[in-house]
C-alpha cells in the first residue's frame, strides 16, 4: 500500500508520520485490498465556520475501484479521522458486493 501525502501548503513531520500511521491502524483488516491511497489536505479560504480544515482521501482498490472522500473540521486530524471511517465503510462495502458475486478473488490472489 503506497501512501501519498499532498498538501497546498506545507506539512510537519509530526503531522506526516501520525497520518500514516493512522492510516496504516484504521485499514489494517483491509490493507490487502488496498493498492494506492492519496490523501490531500488544504484549508478553505475565507470560511465563516469555525470548520476550516478540508482532508480529502483518494483511494484505488486491487480490482481498480476509484474510491474518493473528503470531510471537513476544525483540524486535520479530526478531518483525517472522519474520512477513515467513511473509505472503511466503504472499502468493507465493496469487498461484500465483490464476494457475494464472485468477482474479486481472482484478483487478489494473482
Known amino acids: 500500500m503506497n501512501v501519498i501525502l499532498d498538501a497546498k501548503e506545507e506539512v510537519e513531520s509530526e503531522l506526516k508520520a501520525f497520518t500514516e500511521n493512522r492510516v ?9 485490498m488496498v493498492r494506492k491511497i492519496k490523501i490531500q489536505y488544504s484549508a478553505v479560504p475565507s470560511s465563516k465556520s469555525t470548520c476550516n ?22 483540524d486535520r486530524r479530526m478531518a483525517l479521522e472522519m474520512c477513515l ?26
Open 24 to 32: 496504516k491502524f484504521s485499514l489494517k483488516r483491509l490493507f490487502w
Open 53 to 74: 480544515q478540508h482532508c480529502m482521501i483518494s483511494l484505488e482498490t486491487f480490482d481498480h475501484h476509484q474510491i474518493e472522500v473528503s470531510m471537513t473540521a476544525r
Open 85 to 110: 471511517k467513511k473509505i472503511y465503510k466503504l472499502i468493507q462495502k465493496a469487498f461484500h458486493k465483490s464476494q457475494k458475486y464472485g468477482r474479486f478473488s481472482k484478483h487478489v490472489y494473482v
